[in-house]
């Protein structure tokens, strides 16, 4: 099994772009914090989050293969299957089959919203408040790329409101802020 320092090398080097890798590294952030909410194994969630986009500069113009590629880098590297598990289900709902699996939708869209908003702050992350990232939340000009419904239907998916959500994910993404300039 890998630990945090070599999965991080390992992300690294598959990421052409630093945006790819800055976004993989906050989704690792924002699972740290959810697995601490849910008392689960936060190593595991780390890996999930970290690894979820992992073939993003390679597969950018073949959707299909966005994942799957993925996968099959973890499993030869022999990732536990749990965590290639929830990597194929942020693109594959059929693999949504565990609430770590659930949690990656609602973790990569919701760290999408909090790197845009910290990249207009001076002060980055720091000091964020729940309040502005829901007031961001609803502007849809502000980072349109980032899906809306997938942090509103939180609740339904892993049952937590909105606000945790964003509470969480702003303690995440403060953890793991340094690796990542925010
Ligand atoms: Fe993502």
Redesign the pocket.
């Given at each position: 099994m890998m630990d945090i320092v070599e999965a991080r090398a390992f992300a690294r080097s598959k990421c052409d772009k630093d945006t790819t890798y800055r976004?993989?590294v906050s989704?690792e952030g924002v699972m740290r914090a959810l697995s601490r909410r849910f008392e689960e194994d936060e190593e595991t969630w780390a890996l999930a989050g970290l690894f979820?986009?992992l073939d993003?500069d390679i597969t950018d113009s073949d959707p299909d293969r966005h994942a799957t590629l993925a996968a099959e880098w973890l499993r030869a590297e022999g990732v536990k299957e749990v965590v290639v598990n929830a990597v194929l289900a942020?693109n594959f709902p059929e693999y949504r089959t565990d609430r770590m699996a659930r949690a990656i939708v609602p973790a990569?869209a919701v760290?999408?919203l909090l790197v845009a908003a910290a990249l207009v702050r001076p002060e980055k992350s720091v000091g964020m408040k729940v309040s502005s990232v829901r007031k961001k939340l609803k502007e849809k000009a502000f980072a349109p790329g980032v899906n809306r419904d997938e942090i509103n239907e939180v609740e339904d998916s892993i049952g937590i409101s909105v606000e945790d959500l964003i509470a969480l994910g702003i303690e995440g993404l403060q953890q793991v802020a340094s690796e990542i300039d925010l």
């Open positions: 976004h993989l989704v979820h986009d993003q942020h990569d760290a999408g």
